[in-house]
């Protein structure tokens, strides 16, 4: 069973079960065929693009690190 989060402007909390495979890749598709990465500003690209880069490390190296650390690290 796989779980999609949908983060929204607005204070609301649902959670849907979806069994219908077919269903399921129309609204992947849909969704990724929706206007609202357009709405992203090029940071937040960029922001995802190395989260996806990091998230692709730790899952190669299963290397992390604390807040803590990297404030430390950073010099904050």
Known sequence: ???ITIEVPQK???SYRIT???FVQKLLSD??????TKAMSAEDITDVREAKKARA???KTGESSTVAELREEFGL
Not at 31 to 36: V, Y
């Open 31 to 36: 969704l990724e065929k929706s206007d609202s």
């Open 57 to 59: 490390e730790y899952l």
């Open 20 to 22: 219908d495979r077919d």
């Open 12 to 14: 609301i909390k649902r």
């Open 1 to 3: 069973m796989g779980q």
